[in-house]
């Protein structure tokens, strides 16, 4: 009988200023580093890991700014699993998903987090919190 063997897990860590011009900076950073761990820009996987991203920083930027404080963006791959972290210093307000109105112009954030991970979910910090997501992946 042979043992498994599996990949090990990798992972990226960057922090950004929290403010709007971030976000996409932050997407592209993320899809170059997927890029880097072989889940090629193009696909499915890396596009909808670049809408998660941006989701969760743009959340971070809009509702948890503390003036001079930066989020951080993380990475991690393991197992086939991507896992996204957006971590912030606000710990006041903790998202919850809820369906906006119609007519609304903004709320639908989480919403799109929902639909494109299998899990996500919000993790207390000693310094604000982590919003996470997780996403099964394929390296091409």
């Known amino acids: 009988m ?6 090990p897990a990798v992972e990226f860590v960057h922090r950004f200023p929290a403010d ?3 976000v996409r900076p932050a997407r592209l950073l993320a899809l170059g580093v997927l890029g880097s ?3 090629r820009q ?3 996987a890396a596009w909808q890991a670049a809408q998660i991203v941006g ?3 743009a959340n971070a930027v809009q509702h948890a700014r503390i003036p001079g ?3 951080e963006l993380r990475l991690i791959l393991s197992r086939g699993i991507l896992r996204i972290e957006v971590s912030d210093p606000r710990s006041v307000r903790h998202p919850r ?3 906006p109105d119609p007519d609304a112009e903004s709320g639908r ?3 799109v987090v929902e639909f494109f991970s299998s899990a996500w979910g919000v993790a207390p910090r000693a310094i604000g919190k982590t919003v996470w997501a997780e996403l099964p992946v394929r390296p091409d």
């Open 20 to 22: 709007r011009q971030s």
């Open 69 to 71: 404080c930066d989020f």
């Open 37 to 39: 761990w072989g889940i």
């Open 2 to 7: 042979e043992a498994e063997t599996s990949a």
């Open 97 to 99: 998903l809820r369906l």
């Open 109 to 111: 954030g989480l919403v």
């Open 55 to 57: 989701e969760l920083a």
């Open 42 to 44: 193009g696909s499915r």
